[in-house]
């Protein structure tokens, strides 16, 4: 059965820290993506890579950065915590095939204080 | 923005009811899919349509798709109190079919 799996489905932070979300896929998935979601916003994707050491910036990427060393994880990164970056974030992973639909993790709501 | 756009943004229904809902978008697209959403988790896929295709259906859900227009539409029949969730579209990107844009969703809640 597909699975992905993100590191915390809860988080608080403190403005300023340093934050690591951890994203794990065991589907051998080329694809892996990184949203965030908010009220009335929808799904806005922040980073995605589509290889090992491969990254496309997505619509909302300032203030994060990413990390894909091994196929199965990707790790966003939030370099310097603020408050306006307290949301539900979403990781999710697709083969390569076009089309091909996405595969969800349960989600990491952040709380930055 | 190239996101689609889901309306209506919340949908209250009795048991047994049919729900639809609908979804415009703004550019070109080869693939709309459409995702459900269980409060406080992750996406779930339901059915995907092609830009060729008009109509697709899976159990209980079906699904319209009218490009000339730019919109589609998701009909659940029969719906159960379990169908509460929120429904969001998803349409692929014109310069990388792998990348898909979310519109905001429709919150349905189906009463018992």
């Known amino acids: 059965d597909v699975k992905v799996t993100q590191s915390s489905r809860y988080l608080v932070k403190r403005t300023g820290e340093k934050v690591f979300l951890e994203c794990v896929q065991d589907?051998?998935?080329?694809?892996m993506f990184w949203y965030r979601q908010d009220p009335g916003l929808g799904l806005r994707l922040i980073y995605f890579s589509y290889d090992v050491k491969m990254k496309e910036k997505g619509d909302i990427p300032e203030g994060y950065s990413v990390s894909r060393e091994k196929k199965e994880r990707f790790s966003l990164i939030l370099e310097s915590a603020s408050t306006n970056q307290t949301s539900m974030y979403l990781c999710?992973?697709?083969?390569?095939?076009?089309?091909?639909?996405?595969?969800f993790g349960p989600g990491t709501r952040l709380t930055v204080l | 923005s190239q996101q689609g756009e889901e309306d209506p943004q919340a949908l209250s229904i009795q048991e047994g009811e049919n729900a639809t809902m609908n979804c415009s978008y703004k550019t070109s697209i080869n693939n709309l899919q459409w995702y459900r959403q269980n409060s406080g988790r992750g996406l779930v896929h339901l059915i995907l349509i092609r830009s060729n295709e008009r109509e697709k259906h899976s159990g209980r859900l079906r699904v319209t798709l009218d490009t000339s227009k730019k919109s589609s539409s998701l009909l659940i029949t029969a719906s159960r109190a379990a169908d509460t969730a929120s429904y969001f579209c998803?349409?692929?990107?014109?310069?990388?079919?792998?990348?898909?844009?979310f519109g905001s969703g429709t919150k349905l809640n189906v009463k018992p």
């Open positions: 998803a349409t692929d990107a014109e310069d990388n079919f792998n990348k898909f844009y």
């Open positions: 999710a992973s697709s083969t390569a095939r076009v089309p091909d639909t996405q595969y």
């Open positions: 589907m051998d998935h080329e694809n």
